[in-house]
């Protein structure tokens, strides 16, 4: 994976239907300072925004996805939250699941 010292797991699944979906789950730290900035927003509006430029399209114009959302959650008591990822796959993008892990990864670096 892109970032070193992180730790990750990757999980693979059979479901007894045609669903290609990737998943990805990040926890964050809790603090007031990201909170009144609004940072975990940001990021969220920003992965699930699909105009000209956007992740979305960048995926979509690859026949790799179909949908794509993001959401956060935790609240305000609790030491983590955490930000999910929901990616709706093409059968192309099933196959490219790896370059696709890269680009959003990508993104993020960017981001």
């Known amino acids: ?18 669903v290609y979906k990737i998943t990805i789950a990040f ?8 909170f009144y900035k609004k940072s975990m927003n940001l990021l969220s509006v920003l992965v699930a925004h699909k105009g000209p430029g956007s992740l979305y399209q960048c995926l ?5 996805i179909s949908g ?4 956060q959650n935790g609240c305000c008591v609790t030491a983590m ?4 990822m929901e990616i709706d796959l093409t059968e192309q993008g099933m ?3 790896k370059r696709i892990l890269a680009i959003i990864f990508h993104y993020f670096k960017v981001v």
Do not use: A, W
């Open 1 to 18: 994976m892109p970032y070193k010292g992180v730790e990750h797991e990757l999980i693979f699944f059979n479901s007894f239907q045609d």
């Open 27 to 34: 926890s964050m730290k809790n603090d007031y300072e990201m």
């Open 95 to 97: 196959k490219n699941y």
């Open 60 to 64: 979509k114009g690859l026949n790799y």
């Open 81 to 84: 939250r955490f930000i999910t």
């Open 68 to 71: 794509i959302s993001c959401d």
